[in-house]
């Protein structure tokens, strides 16, 4: 509510117009609250801990924006045409019709909510072993409630009848966050040092297979810690994938944490390794004693060859009724490393010239 974008020129008809605006909007928060509470008794998600996290959170909201932002319990009966998408990190992922469709404003007529979107389709997130509410999905929803929701909006909990896991209800985009892709075949870029499926036909099968779960993969031995945000980003589920805000922030944390190995290892220090400063060492290790033929980080450019029809000049490129996206069980359950087995030799990386600039001119 922002009294600075207008005025009526008379100074106490522009307070009265003040006064009004504000009686009415701390009333409609008093009678959103009062409307929850007495709205507690109406649902459960028989659960206790599950029933006073959502009450909490709508306890919780002081403002209309953050009112309308509230997750909400919804019974499994109020989605239909439910569809399976892909599989995550966490469990399955569907697309479903929302019945009821999602909050809007205050109706302080009706004393409830009026609600928009009937029908609306949104993305159930069903966690794995979460029937008992492990420690685990409970952090889950709220890391999402605090960061992603500015990304990705949580609408509220429902369960599975059948199951009993709890499922996230969230925004569904269906052509949303490529962005985060992108970054995934970047940093699979940089490690590597080859540009993603170099070595066959960029055509339709190609495309297809993509589809169907088929990610590009290393050469080498890469840090785990790398190698699950890299996965992450490449999930074929929108909703799986971090936010460019947390990539940041630990892409930052690893930069940190890398300066202060190269720092410890020129004074002999051998201990406090941080859990990436381990896998980096290991991978290292494991990378030297492999190579047959070391090739250095400069030379990487220059050790393929690409495959002829590899290209993107000239041609039309037109895929039509391309399969759903999905993930494949080799790549994000069977093969942890994303190691390539077709490589006979492997190529040896410093990850730590990957922060050269860093450490030379202290930014991050």
Not at 58 to 69: C, D, L
Request: one cysteine or more.
């Amino acid at each position: 509510m922002n009294f600075n974008n207008w005025t009526s020129g008379n100074n106490d008809i522009d307070k009265f117009i003040q006064v009004s605006q504000l009686s009415t909007h701390i009333r409609n928060i008093k009678n959103v609250l009062e409307w929850g509470t007495r709205n507690f008794k109406n649902w459960t998600s028989g659960n206790h801990n599950v029933d006073k996290f959502i009450q909490d959170t709508q306890r919780s909201a002081h403002t209309i924006y953050e009112i309308k932002n509230v997750i909400e319990w919804i019974p499994n009966d109020r989605f239909c045409n439910i569809e399976y998408i892909a599989k995550g990190g966490f469990g399955k992922v569907y697309k479903a019709n929302w019945i009821d469709g999602c909050i809007d404003k205050w109706s302080s007529d009706n004393r409830n909510w009026r609600r928009k979107d009937q029908y609306k389709f949104v993305a159930l997130k069903i966690l794995n072993n979460s029937e008992n509410v492990a420690s685990e999905f409970m952090h889950e929803i709220t890391s999402h409630c605090k960061v992603d929701n500015f990304v990705v909006k949580l609408y509220g909990i429902s369960q599975d009848p059948k199951t009993k896991n709890y499922i996230m209800v969230l925004d569904y985009a269906k052509d949303g966050d490529t962005v985060h892709m992108v970054f995934g075949i970047i940093m699979y870029e940089v490690i590597s040092g080859l540009p993603p499926y170099y070595d066959m036909s960029h055509d339709n099968n190609l495309a297809i297979k993509i589809c169907q779960g088929f990610r590009p993969k290393f050469n080498i031995k890469v840090p785990q810690l790398i190698v699950q945000l890299i996965k992450r980003c490449l999930d074929a589920n929108s909703s799986s994938r971090p936010e460019a805000k947390v990539v940041k922030k630990t892409l930052s944390q690893w930069s940190k944490e890398v300066i202060i190995l190269e720092n410890y290892k020129k004074i002999n220090i051998c201990n406090n390794y941080t859990e990436l400063n381990k896998q980096i060492i290991e991978t290292e290790n494991v990378n030297k004693n492999s190579s047959i033929n070391s090739i250095s980080s400069t030379s990487l450019g220059l050790s393929y060859k690409t495959h002829p029809k590899a290209y993107y000049t000239s041609r039309l490129l037109n895929f039509n009724n391309l399969p759903e996206p999905k993930n494949s069980y080799d790549y994000y359950e069977k093969n942890d490393d994303i190691i390539s087995k077709e490589f006979l030799e492997s190529l040896q990386i410093d990850i730590y010239q990957l922060n050269m600039n860093y450490g030379s001119n202290g930014k991050e």
